[in-house]
Structure formats: C-alpha cells, structure tokens
C-alpha cells in the first residue's frame, strides 16, 4: 500500500524559534492535510492542499504542496509553548478512493 | 455547536468480551471513519462508510465489526477475536466526495483488564 514518510520523527525547539517538516510519498497524492494532535485528544485539520504548487496560510503555519504531488512541507514561524504536540500529514490518492494514508507525526517540544 | 462525539473516553474490556464505542456525529456528513493509533505510530483505519447501511473494510478490520444504521451513528465493536486491543481509537467524518478533509472526535482508549 501507499506510505508515507514524515520528518523529523521528533524535534525539540527554543520558543521563538521557527519549525519545518515534510512529508514524502512513493506515489502521487492529490490532497495534502496537515493536522495537529494534543495528548489524549483527536487530530485537528490545521491546512488543506489541494493543488501542486500551492502555499497556503493559517496564522504562523504556512504548508506548501510540493510540485512532484509527492511530498509536502509544514512550516511554523516563532514558536509558542502551545505549538507543541504531535504533527500528522494526510494523504489522499483520489481516483474514488476515500481513504486518507497517514504520517507516522512528528512529535513538536518548545522549550520555554 | 456542530462536532463529533466519541463514548466513552476510557473503556476497559475484559479477556474473551466485545465492548462497542459509540461515534456520533452533527456535522450531516455522509462519510464516517474509523482509526485506530498506537503509540508512535500513524493513525491505520479500520472501517469506513461512504452512505447508511454500506461500509468497506479498511487496512486492519480483523477482529472489529460495524454497523451505519443512521447517518449521524457509526458505532464500532471490538470483538473477542481481536487478540491485541488495546490502542487508542478515533472516528471521523467528511462530506462525500474524494478528497474531503476528514474531522475527528476525541477519541477512546480501550485498555485490557
């Protein structure tokens, strides 16, 4: 099946600092989704993509979807303590298919 | 306000017994889903149901059952014959059509007794 590969695993950052992440696929995605999970709770969609190229905004995270449609990238600028939890990127393949393939996360700490 | 609402929160299951958690959803979304997550790992989907009364087999369905009797209710049971259960478990839901954004409830952690 389809898989994705998400880095880095885990990363530690100086709050202030900015933050960037990727995800990359054997195959070719239609739709890129970002989304961020807090401890015990479920995934919140934070960026949806649509289209190679695009660059799309929501406050300090900024995601772009990369021209091949096979990775996608996640960027946050001056970190905050409440950034931290785990990252997820989603992929669908489209073509009818309804599922999502998911990043294993990276796991985001902002040291005060 | 509209959402989706997993029950309970913290379930425990005894060696040999089916427990069902319960998702509901508000959104009128005709789509639901069901992910189950391990530590470290990505969300790996279970079920899903594009329309009432249909659902098809995700990646790892051995051991779980559902029904979609309403559009708002995508309950799933795991049964005996899911040898390792405990996880975390989470349902989804998206308007139809490929390529939707999928929205997520809470979530349930099922722990062995």
């Known amino acids: 099946g389809q898989q994705l590969n998400q880095s880095p695993q885990s990363m530690f950052i100086q709050e202030g600092e900015d933050v960037s992440m990727n995800c990359t696929s054997s195959?070719?995605?239609?739709?890129w989704l970002w989304y961020k999970q807090d401890p015990g709770e479920g995934p919140v969609l934070l960026i949806a993509?649509?289209?190679?190229?695009e660059l799309t905004s929501n406050g300090r995270l900024t995601a772009q979807f990369g021209i091949t449609r096979k990775d996608s990238f996640l960027n946050i600028s001056a970190s905050i303590p409440s950034d931290v939890g785990i990252y997820f990127c989603?992929?669908?393949?489209?073509?009818?298919?309804?599922?999502?393939?998911f990043g294993k996360g990276t796991k985001l700490s902002v040291i005060p | 306000d509209g959402g989706i609402t997993q029950s309970p929160k913290y379930l425990f299951r005894k060696e040999g017994q089916n427990v069902t958690l319960s998702c509901e959803q508000n959104?009128?979304?005709?789509?639901m889903y069901w992910y189950r997550q391990d530590p470290g790992q990505g969300l790996r989907l279970i079920y899903y149901s594009q329309i009432v009364n249909d659902f098809q087999k995700g990646d790892i369905a051995e051991g779980y059952s559902v029904s979609r009797e309403k559009k708002e209710s995508f309950p799933l049971t795991v049964t005996s014959a899911q040898k390792n259960p405990t996880a975390f478990y989470l349902c989804a839901s998206s308007i139809s059509g490929i390529n939707q954004p999928q929205h997520f409830g809470d979530g349930t952690r099922l722990s062995i007794l």
């Open positions: 993509l649509y289209k190679a190229g």
């Open positions: 195959s070719i995605f239609n739709t």
């Open positions: 989603a992929g669908s393949a489209g073509a009818g298919s309804y599922q999502l393939t």
């Open positions: 959104l009128n979304h005709d789509a």
